[in-house]
């Protein structure tokens, strides 16, 4: 058994563009879910006040210019990350996914403002979490809420961008939050409770790090995903699954009143194919547009290429020549059958043809395939769970089409320009929820 | 006589520096003009650039390219069906849909022609005997026996006599070293040098490590060439590369000089070889270019920079496929430095573009899911 420790009790082993196979070597996780374990019961003692004020002092820290944590983030695109650490959206989020007293993790609360009856929600225990390389700010995301329900976590991350959680943990055990009793606490508290390892898919450790779950959370492609499932676990052991899912928009006729209007829906939708390098599952790939507005979906795709051209100004692609090249392909096939706009470069590229149908298969890079409906409702058709987030651009049918999507199988309705949010719910579940065991008294 | 027929009757290789350029540049500049007028999607792509077919071509890599997975995705035809004497499908390695490219009787000419005259650059003009290392593709034999054997057909036009090394048996293929062994003993005796050919995997996996585990080592007659094609795929998968092929092919074939080339080449512009020196390092001939391209600013790259691969050739004249990007990545080793009194543009392969990296969550879903359905009604 081969486990490469990333991130423990003594800081980062790794740099963030480091190979994890450099780290020190445990044979056994015995050590590091000890360690965990003993983390946990001072998270546990803690009161999630000072947890979101942790939280808090690390994402304004890291929006300061001059941070050098900022420019990570920066560099990674991944500034949503410092945003989402606010205690604004966090305390929202914690509610939500505790019945609406934040208090629950704390200790017993009464059910209902009036209620006799008092429940409280007790960490599952040990999360392992298997986090996938594709979104760098994934780990994060995962590991705090595991942290706000006061879990112990060990996270698996992938060799790609294996670097990137070890760099974030180590920056927040670096921060600081002045409770207002004036007592400091340390962002240690925290990372305490998080071990950040590599193994190889093969490693026996996989199967002895399930086993040792309370519950596994598992963030990945299809094949990724179905492996973890099927390692060993003990009865009880509960899953969070985030598997792969595609993304769309759907422009309503309504948005294409005129160009200013359209223009800015497109400037919307730039936004949400350029965030997670379009690498995300609530990314989008199509954006079927309704035919019967002023501009035309032919023309609603023109304006989408220049606001593509600006909104992929400030972030350089991050493409692999297999993906470069599969873009250049289906520029040729659009030159010939449709219309194409796209950079010089694979920057961006926006295809069009009055003859497709259907969900684009994606082809990342930044590309989005606009696609004629005659009517918005049509896109309920080519729903199902495979399809995570419709970022909507339309007027007064908004809800009435999220209620048809949703109702076969997708996940999220946001207008767009918010679709790349890691929000609540996510994939049918509050996660935060699913992290606890509801216990009363 | 044109730009291109005139390339096309001289040797392949240019013995001063950029002697031959000038007339590449007119003849891919006849070989536009001729698809433009003859190839409406083509004209409708080429047009789409911003450029003239007409206009003079003052640097090939400023020529439009096309990626060779076009021909995977449209029929793109420059002349009348009627015209059309065979059709040819690539091999499909990277994705499940083969190209599809129509040859005509000029395009099959040329494409003899090149072939025969790099071929003969590369081991004489004299026909020899060919061992192919591969079993005979009886009639009704499997699909994948037959391919390969028509892959390597081009190549035996040059043969003087054909054998096959292998033999078919139970479903598997098994070399007969002894059988071997006495035909090259044959052929020693005649003092005939022999061409040992096949597809890089099947020389390794069927020839020499079947010879290097029963301790046997071959006398071929001299002058004697290995030539294997197809790529380092199944044998990176084994750990085997160049240096090791090389260096066991020596070990179980004796040669007095020597001669392993592994020849480069992809379907779309067939009858283009490009064999190494050997060690890895080709050099294109007159009837084509080499460009390597950046793959995420697609800008042509200074010399030793590795990028995507592109070839740039009036040889084609039945479809467009004249400035072909691959998913290959090279790069440019040197340009007319003249080695063995040829000159032109060296190169290598690097192997395959690297793809993409796990997309967890955000991964491709089975394609079905993006197939359409049948739109149900849903009232607004």
Redesign the interface.
């Known amino acids: 058994m081969k486990i490469y420790v990333l991130f423990d009790g003594d800081g980062r082993h790794i740099n963030p563009g480091g190979d994890p196979e450099t780290c020190p070597v445990e044979t056994s996780p015995d050590r590091l879910v000890k360690e965990l374990r003993e983390g946990q019961e001072r998270l546990r003692a803690a009161s999630v006040e000072d947890l979101l004020g942790l939280c808090d002092a690390a994402g304004r820290a890291w929006t300061q210019p001059g941070n050098e944590v900022a420019r990570m983030v920066g560099s990674l695109a991944i500034g949503f990350l410092p945003l989402w650490l606010r205690r604004s959206n966090l305390e929202p989020l914690i509610a939500l996914a505790l019945r609406g007293d934040r208090g629950a993790i704390d200790g017993f609360v009464p059910q209902a403002p009036a209620s006799q009856r008092l429940h409280r929600a007790q960490p599952r225990g040990l999360l392992v979490h298997w986090v996938?390389?594709?979104?760098p700010l994934?780990g994060m995301i995962s590991v705090i809420q595991g942290l706000l329900t006061k879990n112990a976590n060990l996270v698996k991350v992938?060799q790609?961008n294996a670097g990137v959680l070890p760099y974030f943990l180590s920056a927040l055990a670096e921060v600081t939050f002045r409770r207002p009793d004036g007592e400091e606490i340390s962002g240690k508290l925290l990372t305490d409770a998080v071990r950040a390892i590599y193994t190889d898919r093969e490693d026996a450790a996989g199967a002895a790090l399930s086993v040792l779950a309370d519950m596994r959370v598992a963030?990945?492609?299809?094949e990724?995903v179905e492996a973890i499932m099927n390692l060993p676990r003990r009865f009880g052991t509960e899953d969070i699954v985030?598997?792969?899912?595609?993304s769309f928009v759907v422009v309503g006729a309504e948005k294409l009143s005129g160009e200013p209007e359209a223009r800015k829906a497109a400037m919307l939708v730039a936004r949400d194919a350029v965030a997670?390098g379009?690498?995300?599952?609530?990314?989008p790939h199509t954006v079927f547009v309704e035919r019967g507005g002023a501009l035309t979906p032919e023309a609603f795709a023109a304006l989408l290429g220049e606001e593509m051209g600006r909104a992929s100004r400030q972030v350089?692609?991050d493409?692999?020549?297999?993906?470069?090249?599969?873009i250049?392909?289906w520029r040729?096939?659009y030159?010939?059958?449709g219309e194409?706009w796209y950079s010089?470069?694979?920057r961006w590229s926006v295809f069009y043809s009055d003859e497709d149908?259907?969900?684009?298969?994606?082809c990342?890079g930044r590309t989005l395939f606009v696609r004629p409906v005659d009517?918005?409702?049509?896109v309920?058709?080519?729903c199902?769970v495979?399809t995570q987030t419709a970022g909507l651009a339309l007027g007064d049918?908004r809800l009435?089409l999220a209620e048809?999507l949703t109702a076969r199988g997708v996940e999220r309705c946001p207008e767009v320009g918010r679709m790349s949010l890691y929000e609540a719910p996510w994939d049918g579940m509050y996660p935060m929820d699913r992290m606890v065991r509801w216990v009363s008294a | 006589m044109g730009a291109i027929d005139e390339l096309f009757m001289l040797p392949p290789y240019a013995t001063r520096p950029g002697e031959h350029r000038g007339l590449l540049r007119a003849a891919v500049r006849e070989a536009i003009q001729f698809h433009c007028a003859n190839c409406g999607p083509f004209d409708r792509w080429y047009r789409k650039q911003g450029l003239d077919p007409d206009a003079e071509i003052e640097d090939l890599a400023r020529v439009p390219y096309l990626p060779v997975s076009v021909f995977k995705r449209l029929s793109l035809e420059s002349v009348p069906e009627v015209e059309v004497v065979r059709v040819l499908w690539s091999s499909a390695t990277s994705s499940q849909t083969p190209s599809r490219v129509v040859l005509d009787r000029t395009t099959r000419d040329r494409q003899m022609r090149t072939l025969a005259v790099i071929m003969s650059a590369m081991m004489g003009s004299m026909r020899r005997p060919f061992v192919v290392l591969d079993a005979a593709a009886a009639q009704g034999d499997d699909l994948e026996l037959s391919a390969r054997v028509a892959g390597l057909r081009g190549y035996l036009m040059m043969a003087s006599e054909t054998h096959y090394a292998l033999e078919a048996r139970d479903g598997g293929i098994d070399l007969d070293a002894a059988k071997l062994e006495e035909l090259f003993r044959k052929l020693s005796a005649r003092r005939t040098p022999v061409c040992l050919i096949g597809y890089t995997y099947m020389l390794y996996q069927y020839v020499v490590a079947p010879l290097i585990r029963g301790g046997r080592r071959l006398q071929l007659p001299p002058g004697s060439t290995v030539i294997h094609f197809g790529g380092w795929k199944r044998l990176e998968q084994q750990a085997v590369d160049r240096a090791r092929l090389n260096s066991e092919v020596e070990q179980v074939f004796a040669m007095d000089e020597p001669c392993i080339r592994d020849v480069y080449g992809f379907t779309e512009q067939l009858g283009l070889i490009y064999p190494d020196d050997g060690n890895g390092v080709r050099l294109a001939p007159i009837y084509s270019e080499v460009v390597v391209r950046d793959p995420v600013t697609l800008e042509s790259l200074p010399d030793g920079m590795p990028g995507l691969l592109e070839f740039i050739t009036p040889l084609p004249h039945s479809y467009p496929g004249i400035a072909l990007v691959l998913d290959d990545m090279g790069r440019i080793v040197s340009r007319d430095r003249g080695e063995n009194g040829r000159f032109g543009t060296r190169f290598e392969v690097l192997g395959r573009a690297r793809g993409s990296e796990i997309r967890g969550c955000g991964d491709t879903l089975p394609e079905q899911i993006y197939q359409v359905k049948e739109v149900a009604q849903v009232q607004a």
């Open positions: 996938a390389g594709n979104v994934l992938s790609q963030w990945g492609g299809r990724a985030f598997g792969p899912k595609t997670l379009q690498r995300g599952c609530n990314s350089p692609p493409v692999s020549p297999q993906e470069s090249f599969r250049m392909g040729a096939e030159d010939i059958k194409a010089e470069g694979v149908r259907g969900l684009a298969t994606p990342y009517n918005i409702f049509d309920t058709a080519l199902s495979n049918r009435k048809a």
